[in-house]
């Protein structure tokens, strides 16, 4: 369908839209006119995604001299192929409907995902493929091995270089850098695997395709790092200019995400392996100085000149970028005592003795970043300036050097990222030394956390460079969290209702089991007998009377270990398998994605099955349990992040005094999130049914259920927010044999609009009041 809003005309790839998928389009289009940041809250499995790239690509067709690109962060690799998918079957609408555009679009991931080297790609671990991708591509490599760089000529070629014939290079690689066109692909959208039969086709390496046609592109889908993680972003995002549109989505949990990317733990092991890699340089340093000196002082020239300078010399992806380093910095020379080669190694090495001495306490130590660096001044006479230079220094240094195998360079990297970090930052981090993994170990295995507490800090470089960025999730509930959180003003902040001509979905709260007691994971009652029975209870009940699969959710690993065991003790455990089948998530994600493999049989064989989750793990957020395979979702208790988490506690602290949120306003909105982010996985459209079960009675409380989203809200009656197991099992048995008839009613007009009910709409808003 095609439809205006205001003078621009959106193709739709569908013949109906929902109400809230036209809202959104509007909302997002006031963000994009005034060139402002909004934060936009849409239904679980009403088409966020395509009701976004339909508005934003229109917009782009539009208005083509704007040069806007529409950079799209999602999380996982199968939302960035979801994403593409949908892309690519909205261009294929625009093409049928006559429009010839010149238009390219197309998904960045890792090495790992795009790889097609026989022997790299077989590799596991993303370290290693990162590693040895590098060992065949760096420039110095190549140069060995005879290989000009793209525009030299072979005369070009230093004459006194000897050509080393046994080198391997990876022959993708090779092609896609003998290719003279920058842009070596045609136009069209890619899928990633789309991407890599490209490749394979004309023998080019897809991974670095991506990264020389970024540019061109008018949509790039990738992963929220590529954008807030500053190692990365150099690489990736630096070339963007500011009139981009930044869409976040599946963007309720983006403050983690941003804490995690600036955040670095350093153990006893890592030291080690620094220290040895520190003595793997200084044997190197001493190699060159015999064979080729000149080289080392070609760096030392560099240096004197500045960083920025020097970084035109650098291999830009020989080694992981530097942490966040502001422009003035870059613009300094580097600080005299270690730009030789042999000083710098001498002051790391010192730097690393330092940390492992402060490894050695026996208690709980935290302290700000400015009395860390006070410390080490008063002990080892180490300033402040040259560690602000540590991961850039180390950089320059591996290039000089041309190392390969760079894996075993890993630790040193991370322990010269602290360096930077902790030399540039005074507020909004935290160290926390603690010398036991837990308050019950006694062996010591110290972990120093260099941890921040504000997610403001990796984004603010994103809301202050990009004219228009979007946040957008099911589930941002307060929204006028985000802007507090991340510090930055929202042009539209809105949450859209969900319009249902039938109510497919049924959200109750049980706050206690048949025998009246009631039902939480409060941790006064949560392993006492009768609850976790009536826990038990709850999930056999429902196991009895909802057709095919069953998720439950628990507040975490350990609880539901503890509950699990519990419930084998009682036989609650063989009550249940009478009627489904129980598949259990872990932390090791291969088991998990087997584990899910098999519940998904069992609900299309007939079978039916019970999958036992945990609120935060890999099931509660990127998979969907459409139809068949989630009929009924279970939330056990609350969940809580453990409070007695010492870096948490750092965080709240933080947040009340600078941002003046509350510990406990904090708490409670990351609890109904993540809750409301496990039971929306039940819902996948409006076709779809199924019932969301809050089994914890403090989810009864007003306050709790202020938080949830509007559109589960909006379907959570007096009625259905104080239930014992059996008056639950009544309503949900009626709600299930109502479903189950066919629907009668006509959605159209309702929940579903043809082309005539939104221009209805439109001359409704147009008309005087």
Known sequence: MIFYIDDLAVHFPYDK?????????????????????????????????????????????????????????????????????????????RRKEGLVEDFFGLGLTSRKNLCLHPTVSKEKKGKLVDSKCRDMTASWVRAKAGKPKRGQQEQEQDPT?????????????????????????????????????????????PYYLVRQTLPFANVVIFSYHYMLDPKVAELVSKEMSKDCIVVFDEAHNIDNVCIESLSIDLTRPILDAGARSVGLLADRISEIKKTDRQKLENEYSRLVEGLRDAS???????????????????????????????????????????????????????????????????????????????????????????????????????????????????????????????????????????????????????????????????????????????????????????????????????????????????????????????????????AKIVPDGVVCFFPSYLYMEQIVSMWNDMGILNEAWKHKLIFVETPDAAETSLALANYRKACDNGRGAILLSVARGKVSEGIDFDHNYGRAVLMFGIPYQYTESRILKARLEYLRDTHHVRENDFLTFDAMRHAAQCVGRVLRGKTDYGLMV???????????????????????????????????????????????????????????????????????????M
Not at 721 to 750: C, H, W, Y
């Open 161 to 205: 270089m000897e050509i080393d014939t046994s080198i391997e290079l990876c022959d993708f690689y090779e092609q896609l850098e003998a290719t003279p066109s920058p842009k070596p692909i045609p136009n069209g959208v890619y899928t990633l695997e789309e991407l890599k039969a490209y490749g394979k086709k004309m023998n080019f390496c």
């Open 694 to 768: 809050f089994a914890d009675k403090r989810f009864a409380r007003a306050d709790k259920r202020a938080k949830l989203p509007k559109w589960i809200n909006q379907y959570m009656t007096e009625a259905s927010t104080n239930l014992s197991t059996d008056m639950a099992i009544g309503i949900a048995k009626k709600f299930l044999r109502t479903m189950a008839q066919p629907i009668e009613s006509n959605q159209t007009g309702v929940s579903l609009w043809t082309i005539k009910d939104i221009e209805n709409r439109q001359k409704k808003v147009a008309a005087p």
């Open 312 to 542: 035109t010399a650098r291999d830009e992806d020989t080694f992981m970028a530097n942490p966040v380093l502001p422009d003035d910095l870059l613009k300094e020379a580097v600080p005299g005592n270690i730009r030789r080669a042999e000083h710098f190694v001498a002051f790391l090495r010192r730097f690393i003795e330092y940390l492992k001495t402060r490894m050695r306490v026996m208690h709980v130590v935290a302290e700000n970043p400015v009395s860390f660096l006070q410390h080490l001044k008063d002990v080892t006479f180490i300033e402040r300036k040259p560690l602000r230079f540590c991961a850039e220094r180390l950089t320059s240094l591996v290039r000089t050097l041309e190392l390969t195998d760079l894996e075993h360079y890993s630790s040193l990297q991370r322990i010269a990222a602290f360096a930077t970090l902790v030399a540039t930052y005074d507020k909004g981090f935290l160290l926390i030394l603690e010398p036991f993994e837990s308050d019950m170990a006694t062996i010591p295995n110290p972990v120093l956390h260099f941890t921040c507490l504000d997610a403001a800090i990796a984004i603010r470089p994103v809301f202050e460079r990009f004219s228009t960025v979007v946040i957008t999730s099911g589930t941002l509930s307060p929204l006028d969290m985000y802007p507090k959180m991340l510090d930055f003003q929202a042009v539209v902040q809105e949450s859209y209702a969900m319009t249902l001509t039938r109510n497919c979905f049924l959200p109750m709260v049980i706050t206690r089991g048949s025998d009246q007691v009631a039902v939480s994971s409060k941790f006064e009652v949560r392993n006492d007998p009768a609850v976790v029975r009536n826990f038990g209870q709850i999930m056999v009940e429902f």
């Open 17 to 93: 839209i929902y109400p809230e998928q036209y809202q959104y389009m509007c909302d997002l289009k006031r963000s994009l006119d005034v060139k402002g940041h909004c934060v936009l809250e849409m239904p679980s499995g009403t088409g966020k995604t395509v009701s976004l790239l339909s508005l934003i690509v229109a917009y782009q067709m539009q208005y083509p001299e704007k040069h806007r690109k529409l950079v799209y962060c999602s999380r996982t690799v199968p939302e960035i192929e979801k994403a593409l998918a949908e892309l690519d079957h909205l261009m294929e609408y």
